[in-house]
Structures are given as structure tokens and as C-alpha cells.
């Protein structure tokens, strides 16, 4: 068991480019922790460098209390995860999982006892004496996991275990993967580009775009207070809808116009009045957005719309509609029979709304 | 119809025209002495005189052995060293390493005979004229596996290396724990290319080998046949031709599939 901390960490390949840019990071122990990010945003290139497959250009990162920059990744008492399995096609699932101790030079009794244990945890036990080809993906992801549990690590590393696993067993080895963690309480680095992983398997969760965190901290502080409009953005499915408004304040009034037709009171919201004038991005997540019944009475200022597709999803569906030239998504309870085309009458939960400076993005 | 009967005519020569002078040399070297001119496949009566003459002018079970010896050596070390070369190219990060597989393209274009006298001069100065050493040495690295394993090994997923980077394994561990049980068939390929030719070669041996000992059978046949010593008896000739071919034969029958795998694979006539 061990904390990892990681000291303004930069990587260039190039000597010009930075992949990592000043990455400082701590993880407690026992920790899970999700680094999520767009494709290239340099979440894999981070964990490999904890992993030791790429050298830290700058910086340190220290696991326990040992600075390892230097120490060969056989060293490092970590284990990986791969997202193409990385089994040893050679090798029966037994010896996959024992190459590693054998390697250690463990006597033959230890790793046929730590080898039965995993493989009963991970219910591989009828798998043993076959080969990676025969065993279909979820079962190799099993085996991949079953490597690294028997090393007994210090921290474990997922990269994308679940990309190439279909939807369902996706959900499946989510949990399992958690209640292998609820279990064994190892420090675990989970690299994933799947913002739903991210929100539902993390302790904490690290935001990543362009090689620099955006954002560290809890699932639910990140959906409820992006600190900026990729977060905001990115994190949430439906994601987050921006709508390009104008703020005008006024004898302590806040308003933020959308287009003509569409003018908000927002003045629950604290902004200087250097604000007044300025160009702002709204954002609204899709749940925000609330269908006005007929009969109900509300103080929030309608939006009329007309539904571009509307997406059934059998508890609830979610429209798409423009609003003020943006495209919009709402996700609304389905009780109702509305289709493609209809016009139909929404308000914001002013509460929940989200702004976002328009040229640094940053949160207001 | 027509098609295929032509078709197969035409397979049919071709398959006559490579094999008649084959089995005519098995045939003949296994006939008394005056009836090989006749060109027949069937002798009058089987005999094995022409065999008892070979082995007592030449060594012959000496030759085969050094024959043997030499390209299992050269073999081993190709596959050894070729490896470890191709995947370096393939999967180490140096200054360099570009540069460097060009030249060893390079070496691919130069012809043998223009090396062979410097390579002669070293052999000397080494002292390493008349024994193994100069059979062997010079044989154990080549281009063609270099570049074989070097292709082959980019395929392999740089996963499977981490992975058992992270197992803890070195480098050799990787090549020869992981890289090499999942490359066989670059290792046959190799492996029979290699031995082929290491098992033809004649020049490189009439060059830096004299002690009767040490020759290998294409050299002792060679020079058996060339030089005199078979005193123009057509059916002893013939039957150190059918040892020399004999073991490339025996090889073919047990990797038929390998050999034809590997001639087409690596783009070169087997």
C-alpha cells in the first residue's frame, strides 16, 4: 500500500513539444483515482511514466516515500493493466500469471497457492490450463487483472482496460473491478477517455486536456462545479449545453440575454459590474432544462423551442433542440407522446446554471 | 476442359524437366559402371560400389559431420544474435539506429566475392585459417535474419513488451522468453534459409580451409569431383553428389511446409 505523488511531471519526446505539462498530483493510499481526458490529452503517457515504460523528462514522482524517476518498472512494485490484455499468447493462463513470480524467484508453492487464490477471487479457476486464444474477451481482461493482483502490488494501473470489452461487459467488469478494489484496497490509477467510468468508479477523479489537469477532485464536486467549460463539457452524458449570451447589469439586476426573444434574470449569481456588456457562455446540463407542463405555474421565463430529434430512451428521452443557434440537450421524464417537430415550451433551472467567461472558458 | 488438361501438361514437363536429372543422378550413382551413360532410371541391377569407392577415398562421414557442425553453429547464431539485433532495430530507442539499419541494408547489396579477400586477410591475422573458427565466425551474423526479425518484431504489441517489462524481465528475457516463442515462424524461416546456405556454401570453405579434416562435404566434393581425385569414374561422382544433396533432402521431407512458407515469405527463391 502506498501514496503516490507526482511533482511537476513534464514529458516531451521532441525536446520542443511538452505531451505532459506540469503535472503535480497526489493520490492517497488506497485510493482509486480516474484520470479521464480526451484521446492525446497525455493521461497514458502520465501513467506510463508511473508505470516506468517512458522516462520522466522533468520532475519527480515518488511512490511510498521512494523517489522512483530512476527505478526500472520491474522495481517499482506496481502492476499494469492493458487494454489489449497483453497476455503472453506462448503461455497457458497459469503461467501468465505466474511468469511474473517466477521471475521474482518465489518458491513453487508460493505462487501456485497466490496464483489458486486470484484465480478463485476472479473465478478463473476452470481456466487455468487454457490458452489466451481460447478465452473470450471478458475473460481475458479477467486473466490481465489476475496478473497484476498476484504481484501483490503497491499500486495498481489500469489503461483503458475496458475500451474493448462491448457495453454490457463493460458494465459488468466496472463492478467488478470496484469490488476487487473494496476488497484488496490497493492505491489503483485508472486511466480511461470514458467519462461514465470515470463518474462511476472514481474516489477522485483528474481531468486532463492538453497534458495539464484541469480539474482534480470528487465526482460529484466536478459534475456540479466544472471549474471550466472543457470540464463542464466533457464530464456529464448527455453532455452539458453552451449557449453564447450577452450579460447586462443593471441596478443590481443580472440579466443574460440569449438572443432577442430569450432574456434571463440570473441576479442570484455575484458578478462585478465589469461584467455588464460582456459575452458569456451559458451552460446548462441537459437535466436543467425542465418541460413546462400546461397547468403549471412557474417564475422562470419560458423558452419556446422546436424538437430536432427527440431521443426515447425509455424512462426518460432526450431532445435535441436549437436554442439561440446552439444545439441543445434536454433530458426530460417520458410521459409524454412528443415527437420529432413539435414546438414545445421549456424553463431553466436558473439555480443550476452554469457561466463560462468566453475567452478564457474559465468559470464565473 | 482443355484448359486445365494444358494447364496440367504444362505442370507436367516442368516437373519432369526439374526432376528427371535428379532421380537419373540417384539412379546412375546406384548402377554399375557401364550402364550410367544410357540415361535409363532403371538400372540392370542395384549396387552400392560406387558408395564403397567414395568412402574410401574421401571422408566422407567426416565432411558430413563438419558440414553438419558448421551450419548447426552458424545456424544457432544467426537465430541468437539476429534476434537480438532485429529487435534492438525494432524496439530500442537509440541515437542512430536509423543509420545503422541502412547500412546493414547496405550490406545486403554488396556482393560475397568483394569482401572475401579482406575477410581472407583477417581469418589470417587471426590464425583462425584450417580451423572452425573460420567456418563459423563469419557466418554467425547476417543481414537478411537481422532484417527478418527486425520486421517481424515491429508487429509484435508493444503491450505484450511492457507487460513483461513489468513482469521483470530484461531485454534478453523479452527476446527469448516472449519475443521468440511467439515468432516461429520468422525462426524457421530464418533457421532454413540460413542453414541452406550455410550447408551450399563452397567458396568461403576452398578458401580458408586446406586440413582434409576440416572440409565440409560440399567443399570435399568439390574438390573430389573437380579435382582429379575421382579419377573421371562418372558413378563415384554421382554418388558424393547424392550424399551432398542428401541431408537438404531428408530436412525438405520433415519442413516441406516451412520451406515453402519461408521462400515465399521472405520474397527470395528457397
Redesign the interface.
Known amino acids: 500500500m502506498a501514496a503516490v505523488k507526482l511533482l511537476n511531471v513534464r514529458k516531451t519526446y521532441d525536446g520542443k513539444e511538452f505531451a505532459v505539462k506540469d503535472i503535480s498530483l497526489e493520490i492517497k493510499d488506497k485510493e482509486f483515482v480516474v484520470l479521464v481526458g480526451p484521446s492525446g490529452c497525455g493521461k497514458t503517457t502520465l501513467l ?1 511514466m508511473v ?3 517512458e522516462e520522466i523528462t522533468e520532475g519527480e514522482i515518488i511512490i511510498g516515500d521512494r523517489v522512483i524517476n530512476d527505478v526500472p ?2 522495481s517499482r512494485n ?3 493493466v ?10 497457458t493462463i497459469y503461467n501468465n500469471m505466474a ?2 513470480l517466477k ?2 524467484k518465489l518458491s513453487r508453492k508460493e505462487i501456485e497457492n497466490r496464483v489458486n487464490e486470484a484465480a478463485d477471487i476472479l473465478g478463473l479457476k476452470d481456466l487455468l490450463n487454457r490458452k489466451p486464444k481460447a478465452l473470450s474477451g471478458g475473460q481475458k481482461q479477467r486473466v490481465a487483472v489476475g ?1 497484476a493482483i498476484v504481484r501483490n502490488p503497491e499500486v495498481f494501473l489500469f489503461d483503458e482496460p475496458l475500451s474493448n470489452l462491448d457495453a454490457k461487459l463493460r458494465m459488468q467488469m466496472r463492478a467488478e473491478i470496484l469490488k476487487l478494489h473494496q476488497k484488496l484496497k490497493i492505491t489503483t490509477i485508472y486511466v480511461t477517455h470514458d467519462q461514465t467510468e470515470a463518474m462511476t468508479m472514481g474516489d477522485m477523479i483528474v481531468v486532463i486536456n492538453n497534458g495539464k489537469i484541469n480539474q482534480y477532485d470528487t465526482p460529484m464536486e466536478i459534475y456540479k462545479n466544472p471549474v471550466n467549460k472543457f470540464v463542464a463539457g466533457f464530464i456529464g452524458s448527455p453532455p452539458m449545453s453552451f449557449i453564447l449570451g450577452k450579460l447586462d447589469l443593471s441596478n443590481g439586476n443580472i440579466f443574460i440575454s440569449l438572443d432577442k426573444a430569450v432574456k434571463l434574470s440570473i441576479s442570484h449569481l455575484h458578478l462585478t459590474d465589469d461584467f455588464d456588456g460582456k459575452q458569456v457562455w451559458l451552460g446548462v446540463r441537459p437535466e436543467d432544462f425542465r418541460l413546462k407542463q400546461p397547468s403549471e405555474k412557474t417564475l422562470n421565463e419560458e423558452i419556446e423551442v422546436t424538437l430536432d430529434l427527440v431521443e426515447p430512451m425509455g424512462n426518460e428521452s432526450f431532445f435535441h433542440f436549437q436554442l439561440a443557434q446552439s444545439n441543445c440537450i434536454a433530458r426530460v421524464q417520458t410521459s409524454d407522446r412528443l415527437k420529432t417537430g413539435d414546438k414545445i415550451k421549456m424553463y431553466l433551472m436558473k439555480d443550476h446554471l452554469h457561466l463560462f467567461d468566453y475567452t478564457s472558458e474559465r468559470k464565473l | 476442359m482443355i484448359k486445365k488438361t494444358l494447364l496440367y501438361f504444362v505442370l507436367l514437363i516442368g516437373a519432369v524437366s526439374f526432376l528427371y536429372p535428379f532421380i537419373w543422378m540417384i539412379s546412375a550413382s546406384l548402377a554399375p559402371d557401364k550402364e550410367i551413360g544410357s540415361l535409363v532410371l532403371l538400372p540392370s541391377h542395384i549396387t552400392f560400389d560406387n558408395y564403397h569407392q567414395l568412402i574410401q577415398k574421401i571422408p566422407v562421414w567426416r565432411a558430413l559431420f563438419n558440414s553438419l557442425f558448421v551450419s548447426g553453429l552458424v545456424t544457432l547464431g544467426v537465430l541468437i544474435f539476429g534476434s537480438m539485433t532485429g529487435y534492438a532495430l525494432a524496439r530500442l530507442e537509440f541515437r542512430g539506429r536509423n543509420l545503422l539499419f541502412y547500412i546493414i541494408i547496405f550490406t545486403m547489396t554488396i556482393p560475397f566475392q568483394i569482401t572475401l579477400i579482406p575477410q581472407y586477410i583477417i581469418m589470417v591475422k587471426l590464425h583462425w585459417t584450417d580451423t572452425y573458427l573460420a567456418l563459423v565466425v563469419p557466418g554467425l551474423m547476417n543481414a537478411f535474419g537481422i532484417i527478418l526479425f527486425r520486421q517481424y518484431f515491429k508487429s509484435v ?1 508493444q ?2 513488451i ?8 530484461g531485454e534478453f ?1 523479452i527476446i527469448f522468453r ?1 519475443m521468440w ?2 515468432s516461429v515462424p520468422a525462426l524457421v524461416t530464418v533457421g532454413i534459409l540460413t542453414f541452406m546456405a550455410s550447408w551450399n556454401d563452397v567458396l568461403w570453405p576452398l578458401i580458408v580451409i586446406r586440413d582434409q579434416s576440416l572440409m565440409t562435404m560440399p567443399q570435399l566434393v568439390t574438390l573430389f569431383v573437380v579435382g582429379g581425385r575421382a579419377e573421371s569414374q562418372l558413378g563415384v561422382k554421382l554418388a558424393s553428389a547424392v550424399l551432398l544433396a542428401l541431408p537438404i533432402i531428408i530436412a525438405y521431407m520433415f519442413f516441406q511446409k516451412y520451406f515453402i512458407n519461408s521462400a515465399s515469405s521472405s520474397g527470395l527463391k528457397g
Open positions: 506510463r508505470a516506468g515504460l518498472p520491474k506496481i502492476a499494469m492493458f487494454q489489449n490484455y497483453a497476455l503472453y499468447p506462448h503461455m511468469f511474473g521471475l521474482r496478473r | 504489441p503491450d505484450l511492457d507487460a513483461a517489462r513489468l513482469d521483470g524481465c528475457g516472449v516463442p511467439n
